[in-house]
């Protein structure tokens, strides 16, 4: 389930896209894959931990 806050940054996006330039939709495109990257190693880190029983 999405919250208030996520909704309103895709509502946001919906109605910015269109007026963007490509340059500007590839900078947004590369700085969410950065973050979904950064999630997916904290993400597997914090696996990590749990599995030595650190976490």
Same mark, same amino acid.
């Given at each position: 389930?999405?919250?208030?806050?996520?909704?309103?940054?895709?509502?946001?996006?919906?109605? @910015?896209?269109?007026?963007?330039?490509?340059?500007?939709? +590839?900078?947004?495109? +590369?700085?969410?894959? @950065?973050?979904?990257?950064?999630?997916? @190693?904290?993400?597997?880190?914090?696996?990590?931990?749990? +599995?030595?029983?650190? +976490?």
């Amino acid at each position: 389930m999405m919250s208030e806050r996520e909704k309103k940054i895709l509502e946001t996006l919906t109605t @910015a896209l269109p007026s963007m330039s490509e340059f500007d939709k +590839g900078y947004l495109m +590369g700085k969410g894959e @950065a973050i979904m990257d950064m999630k997916r @190693a904290e993400k597997k880190e914090e696996e990590k931990c749990i +599995g030595r029983g650190e +976490g």
